[in-house]
């Protein structure tokens, strides 16, 4: 009895067995179609939405010496970051400015106020005598207050507010006994004549008295060189004059273009004619190229359009990237070539620019002016690499 059991056992046992090695080679089958089939998915899709390249070509023969991105990929969007207003603080401190801030820079006497990152409005302003310089540095708005009282530094008189009081009707202190204030004297803007406070017209202190709250950040630097961009995209450059002695080297043609760099626009002037505004160092804003928003089928790109001495330049790889179409940038005899086409282009701050009518020659379609948003459209239909680009009407 105990025998037949245990072969009953044995047998019971051998089904489970052979059941479980059935269950595990259909799960090992099941895991294995899953994968492939992802795997399958994963190809297509690389191959759909492959990245679009810049190729670079040998002259005559179109030998390819590279297939990466070596001109107008999309790293050069990480190493120059468009900066919101230009005006203001260098790219270089723009990582760790507050949203809201005032930005003042010494040298050009302006007064830069930045809200939600864009610049809002530039006021001219008056800094400290080269005898008592403003402080250079980062400070916060400590303290505001409206209808100050004057107390003289070394003496014991107190000038209570109304029309004699230097410090006009408002009062934003950055840093113990210095602060941004009004003035009796509007003729002062634009001259280094306080006691290291900086002075604004009255209405324009007033403004921006409503417009800071406590704990904004000022920024407080010394450049000879400001660049502005003004809402129609005007890019203008100023060289200004060393107040306080403290650049121990003088501008260079190769200072601007990086500062230009820094904000996210190369440098398409030439170089003798910055050489000039830097030999002239008027003080003032000298008009350089605009900047257009540029837009292809209603989807604004990254990339402006740049206008200059007559002419629109686009960034081509970024038009060739939004179509998914592959370009070649023959270097040597300065040409790009996409959908069997051929036009001129060049190479300005690691970017390939066309003019715009030969967009035109390479993806046709149509361009619109849109004045009120600074922008140009392209309307223009294509498809996938190596097609050819067709009008939408």
Not at 311 to 321: R, Y
Request: with cysteine.
């Amino acid at each position: 009895m105990e025998q037949g059991y245990s072969r009953l056992l044995k047998k019971k046992q051998k089904k489970a067995i052979q059941l479980s090695k059935q269950i595990a080679f259909v799960q090992y089958t099941i895991a294995i179609v899953i994968s492939l089939s992802i795997l399958l998915c994963l190809v297509w899709l690389g191959w759909q939405y492959e990245g679009t390249r810049v190729t670079v070509a040998k002259s005559s023969g179109h030998q390819v010496i590279t297939s990466q991105q070596p001109v107008a990929g999309p790293s050069y969007l990480q190493a120059f970051p468009m900066v919101d207003g230009v005006a203001g603080a260098s790219a270089t401190l723009k990582g760790a400015l507050p949203a809201c801030r005032i930005v003042i820079n010494l040298p050009s006497r302006t007064l830069d106020f930045y809200n939600e990152n864009q610049l809002v409005k530039t006021y001219p302003v008056a800094i400290g005598k080269p005898a008592t310089p403003t402080p250079i540095g980062s400070f916060t708005i400590r303290y505001k207050e409206i209808n100050p009282w004057w107390y003289p530094p070394r003496s014991k008189k107190v000038v209570p507010s109304g029309p004699d009081n230097p410090l006009g009707y408002r009062w934003m202190e950055f840093a113990p006994l210095y602060g941004i204030h009004g003035t009796n004297e509007p003729w002062a803007i634009g001259g280094w004549v306080s006691n290291g406070c900086v002075r604004m017209a009255e209405p324009d202190v007033e403004e921006l008295f409503e417009a800071v709250p406590k704990g904004t950040g000022v920024y407080i630097q010394y450049d000879l060189v400001r660049i502005e961009k003004n809402l129609m995209g005007e890019v203008s450059i100023g060289i200004y004059p060393d107040i306080y002695g403290l650049k121990r080297q003088p501008v260079t043609v190769l200072e601007i273009e990086h500062k230009l760099l820094e904000a996210g626009m190369p440098n398409f002037v030439d170089a003798s004619i910055l050489q000039g505004i830097i030999v002239q160092r008027k003080g003032q804003q000298n008009p350089l190229f605009q900047v257009h928003n540029f837009k292809v089928n209603g989807v604004l790109l990254p990339d402006p359009i740049i206008a200059s001495q007559g002419q629109n330049f686009v960034p081509i790889w970024a038009v060739a990237n939004f179509f998914h179409t592959d370009v070649v940038w023959d270097e040597q005899q300065q040409l790009v070539y996409s959908h069997q086409q051929v036009v001129p282009g060049f190479v300005k701050g690691q970017i390939l620019y066309v003019t715009q009518q030969d967009v035109q020659s390479l993806f046709g379609g149509m361009w619109l002016w849109k004045e009120i948003d600074n922008c140009w459209e392209l309307s223009a239909f294509a498809i996938g690499k190596g097609s050819s680009a067709r009008q939408l009407k």
